[in-house]
């Protein structure tokens, strides 16, 4: 065996690798600076992240494989890495002030972000599937921490452990998975096993190492039955965390699923297509139809991060070119929205209390107009509205289905679409046409960090809606090289 | 530059829109400035509309001869879809589009001192939704069509739910997922054209439509119908329509009755008929005894209303029902008749909703038992309100009459029956409306509030003196608006196949 490293190597390790530098930068810095001096080292988390994603973005157009196939090195990779670093960098950027102010903003918050982004990262380029377990277990470990990091309150303890345990089980699927998919082809690298099973075919072992492995991916992105966990803990998190949990992990887990279902077992889409259509239906179906009956703005926001693996599903359930192009584009429009909607939730967010319930919204529009018309963009963009980035990604997804001839699904898609609006619209509703209770009134907070992330991700979406051109072609190349025949 | 090249379809299409974005950055104090603003562009809009009527050195006029859509634009948008801006109109939609340029500078300036709070959105509102209508009737690319479609959904939503009445936010949720929902179904419809027809583009699906004929049709024309049904609103699907009518502030109902409505109905006819004839054959039956249903069934409840603008809104319920089944005559008069009628129920039902938020800013109540004998105290708008309700009711030497004449005369040669029972509408309309007349406007004046009002201001009289004056060259010459259709409407059925009898 050939053990010496090639500047491929490095290169497909690059982004991850500047991430975790940085990380440990932080850390030991960390000793060297007075305490109250500390907080600046989120700048330094927020230029790794800056740096990370440049280096990401220069790599689009690479391709190879690195350490002997374990990483792929693909425009597929750099794409959904970037997700994941412009959800963490931005990240940053709304949890600045909130740590800050429940005293909770010790340097480890940015560290363990950082080690959580390359975990992502990591896991976007994962062309193995041991890789996709590191992977994800880079990811998680930070992220169970991270949810409970508003310790003492014990939501946010209830969360981490939660999430702990049912992460824990999940990981476990994925390994027996993994486990059994070896025993059934002899390879767990994904290019061979693409190679492989062209040539045998499915088999029992194989299919039951498949779906224990969709089993542990699903845990990550939220997926029914999968989902127990995701309201308790995104209500728990503190809030930043909470948006970052909710289109990180998810962009991590769909990358794995995408590349393992979408590229390594394309070839027997048959066994498996159904499966996951049926889990996407679902997903659609119980998230949005339980978001409906929420109280809290946090919690509703959850299910409806369900609701949106559910969408995502569908991509994956399409088999095609199709599909994975649009599930990408989803995941990049929805991590923008979505991050920009808890940044919203951050503001809106009391340092001597959070009260996310709809009363709290009611007659925002008067007391922060700006803040309403950004909140408006997002769940306007969350329902599927034309010109956001929701919409385009929506229809990308729709577009799949009835290609792949799954109307049953597209048409379950858009019924629950039309429910989701309900619950979106509520929140139009409370901002703009309700009075605020007297003394109900919850001053948002005003911060330049928070500020300007919600700005830029509603441009973002707004951008994705009417000019997504650029970033169409991004993510057509992503999922032609990685599908095409 | 070569102004015979000038985009007039996207001018007119956008300029709204620039108004709405000039008005954005003006401070919230300066109302004047904003209301004057807005209705200096709703104004040049209409001006600059007219362009396609009247020629002016190289720019502008119509060829009513030549079939097919004139003045197209189209610009690559998303071509990773194979999406394009492609615009155009024929004589069908430069109706529509005039009706729109027409009706908005009116609804603005109704709402002149009617609306104090929060005046610059309210205009902002309304100019976006003006440029959303107008891309609805320019569209001829599917998905685009579908942008513009969605997009006018936002601003009326938020005119009800904001400005509306007590109930409002109930009625502009309920308008909001109603429309959603069918234009979803028909969102999938476009996308499987899309992918199976390998264009978005309606001229393009419409030369090589051949594929079409083995196509799931059927399932097709219904996810295009539903939206559309929706929207007219056809019975049963018009439960939405009330509510939202009630709720909205008039110039939201001028709006939603007089161009909203019809986005449905030109739906049908630039989509439905076309592209699935045989669909559209099969559903006829259907379709038509849905409008029979809405014309008697809108007519009965508006009889039995208490409350002015309710009756309005259940009329609409029964003259869009007239429109539905003059589309689905397939006869050259049922259509032609149809597209006038769109054009008079716009007028005539929108001064009506104009007409009711006069007496409503003045008395603060829509209830007929509190008026009664108004037409001695003001005797301009009692004469007023005479024509423009004589004019929804049909009579004849006024607009109503020429377009549902010509509809039964259509469905007539289509089908004897279904004239008849319509037929009947235009009697129970009579009844409904002479009745709503007579409660508020005859007898003496029982009730002391109503002993010192003042009659129409100058401004309500330029409010809704252009709609009087179109209401009787329409029942008098009709025939201009006849000329600017009939190549559009024959091409509309050369699509569809050969002529029906009687034709």
């Given at each position: ?15 991850p ?10 850390l ?13 080292l ?43 670093i ?17 005293n909770?903003?010790?340097s ?38 991270l ?22 089980f999940?990981s ?9 998919t ?8 994904l ?23 969709l ?17 308790d ?8 965390i ?6 990180g ?12 279902f ?18 996407s239906?679902?997903?659609?179906i ?38 994975m ?22 503001a809106?967010?009391?340092p ?7 009363p ?20 306007l ?12 990604g ?26 989701s ?16 209770e007297p ?9 330049a ?8 991700t ?26 095409g025949? | ?27 919230r104090e ?5 209301k ?25 006029g ?7 859509f ?6 690559a948008?998303?071509?990773?879809f ?10 069908i ?21 009617s609306?104090k709070?929060r ?51 109930y ?5 909001f ?15 499987y054209?899309?992918i199976n ?13 051949s ?8 399932a ?14 056809l ?10 009518h009630v ?7 001028v ?34 005894v ?18 002015v ?12 029902g ?7 005559s397939?006869t ?5 008749g ?19 938020g ?14 009664g004998g108004?037409?001695?105290?003001l ?19 006024l607009n ?23 037929a ?20 003496e ?47 509309v ?5 050969p ?5």
């Open positions: 065996m050939n053990l010496q490293v090639t500047s491929t190597d490095y290169l497909s390790i690059l982004p690798t500047i991430l975790a530098v940085f990380a440990m930068l932080v030991v810095i960390d000793l060297f600076v007075k305490p109250e001096r500390r907080p600046g989120a700048w330094l988390a927020l230029i790794g992240f800056v740096v990370a994603g440049v280096a990401a973005f220069a790599l689009i157009n690479q391709r190879g494989t690195g350490f002997h196939g374990m990483i792929a090195l693909d425009p597929y990779a750099q794409v959904l890495g970037l997700v994941a412009v959800a963490g960098g931005f990240t940053v950027l709304t949890s600045f002030n909130y740590v800050r102010d429940r909770i903003g010790r480890e918050y940015y560290a363990l972000l950082l080690f959580s982004v390359s975990g992502m990262v990591l896991m976007a380029s994962a062309n193995n599937l041991i890789i996709v377990f590191i992977a994800l277990e880079l990811l998680s470990i930070p992220l169970y921490v949810a409970g990091f508003a310790r003492p309150d014990p939501q946010s303890e209830e969360a981490a452990l939660k999430y702990f345990l049912l992460g824990a999940a476990g699927f994925l390994l027996f998975g993994i486990a059994l070896y025993g059934a082809l002899g390879s767990i690298d290019t061979v096993i693409a190679a492989k099973i062209g040539q045998v075919g499915s088999s029992p072992m194989l299919l039951i190492g498949a779906g224990l492995i089993v542990g991916l699903g845990f990550k992105v939220a997926a029914v039955p999968f989902h127990m966990w995701t309201p803990v995104y209500e728990g998190a503190p809030t930043p909470t948006g970052f949990m909710s289109v992990a998810k962009a991590a887990g769909f990358a794995a699923m995408l590349r393992v979408g590229y390594s077992l394309h070839a027997i889409q048959a066994d498996w297509v159904i499966i996951v259509a049926i889990l239906a679902a997903t659609m119980v998230g949005n139809i339980i978001a409906i009956s929420q109280t809290n703005l946090k919690r509703m926001l959850a299910y409806s991060s369900i609701a949106h693996a559910g969408y995502i599903l569908m991509g994956v359930a399409s088999a095609n070119q199709t599909g192009a649009g599930a990408l584009f989803y995941l990049l429009a929805y991590t923008f929205t979505n991050i920009g909607a808890f940044a919203v939730l951050t809106m967010a009391r001597e209390g959070e009260n996310q319930t709809f709290a919204y009611r007659g925002l529009y008067k007391r922060s107009p700006g803040l309403a018309l950004m909140m408006m963009i997002f769940m963009s969350l329902t599927g509205i034309p010109l956001t980035g929701g919409f385009i929506k229809y990308y997804l729709f577009l799949s289905a009835i290609e792949a001839r799954l109307y049953w699904l597209a048409i379950i898609g858009v019924l629950t679409s039309v429910v609006a309900f619950f979106y619209l509520r929140v139009i509703v409370d901002m703009f046409m309700r009075e605020a003394g109900q009134e919850v001053k948002a907070v005003n911060y960090p928070l500020n300007w992330t919600i700005n830029l509603a441009l973002a979406t707004f951008v994705l809606g009417v000019i997504p051109t650029s970033a169409l072609a991004l993510v057509q190349l992503a999922a032609k090289l990685l599908m025949t | 530059m070569n102004l015979t090249n000038l985009p007039l379809i996207s001018i007119v299409t956008f300029l709204p829109l620039a108004g709405a974005i000039i008005i954005l950055f003006l401070r300066e109302e004047n400035n904003i004057q603003t807005a209705m200096a562009t709703a104004v040049l809009t209409f001006i600059v509309s007219l362009l396609f009527v009247v020629r002016i050195g190289p720019v502008g119509f060829d009513l001869a030549r079939a097919g004139q003045y197209g634009e189209k610009v948008w998303i071509p990773a194979g999406i394009n801006y492609e615009v155009g109109i024929d004589g939609s430069l109706l529509l589009l005039l009706l729109t340029t027409l009706l908005t500078p009116l609804a603005i300036l109704s709402s002149w001192n609306i709070e005046q610059k959105e309210y205009m902002i509102f309304m100019l976006i939704l003006e440029t959303g209508m107008l891309g609805v009737f320019v569209s001829l690319d599917l998905f685009l069509f579908y942008v513009f479609w969605e997009i006018t959904l936002v601003p009326m939503y938020f005119l009800i739910g904001i400005w509306g009445g007590p109930r409002r936010v009625a502009a949720v309920k308008f997922l109603y429309t959603m929902a069918g234009s979803l179904l028909m969102l999938l419809a476009i996308l054209l899309g027809g390998h264009t978005f583009s309606l001229t393009e699906l419409l030369a090589n439509h594929w079409l004929a083995g196509a799931p049709q059927m097709l024309f219904v996810g295009f119908a539903v939206a559309f049904a929706i929207k007219v609103p019975w049963p699907f018009h439960s939405w329509l009330p509510d939202a709720e909205a502030p008039t110039a939201g109902s709006i939603l009755a007089g161009v909203l409505l019809k986005m449905g109905t030109y739906g049908f006819l630039r989509f439905n008929l076309p592209l699935f004839p045989d669909a559209a054959r099969q559903a006829a039956p259907v379709i038509a849905l409008a029979i249903i809405g014309i008697i069934y809108g007519a009965i409840v508006s009889f039995a209303q208490t409350d603008k309710k009756l309005v809104a259940y009329s609409s319920v029964s003259h869009l007239f429109v539905m089944l003059g589309i689905f397939f050259p008069q049922g259509i032609q149809a597209v006038l009628q769109m054009i008079n129920h716009g007028l005539s039902t929108g001064a009506l909703f104009l007409m009711v006069f007496i409503y800013e003045r008395r603060h109540t829509r209830e007929m038992d509190q008026f108004l037409w001695k105290i005797p301009i708008y009692g004469t007023l309100f005479l024509i423009v309700s004589l004019s929804s009711m049909g009579l004849p030497g109503g009459f020429v377009g549902e004449f010509t509809i039964l005369l259509g469905t007539w040669a289509a089908n004897p029956v279904w004239a008849a029972f319509a009947t509408g235009v009697i129970l309309a009579a009844i409904y409306i002479l009745t709503m007349f007579q409660k508020m406007f005859m007898g004046t029982r009730n002391e509030e109503n002993k010192h009002l003042l009659d129409l201001s100058q401004r309500e009289l330029w409010v809704i003196v252009p709609i009087i004056v179109l209401i009787f060259v329409i029942g008098l010459y009709p025939n201009p608006f006849f000329q600017a259709m009939t190549t559009s409407v024959d091409g059925l050369r699509q569809f196949g002529l029906v009898a009687g034709g």
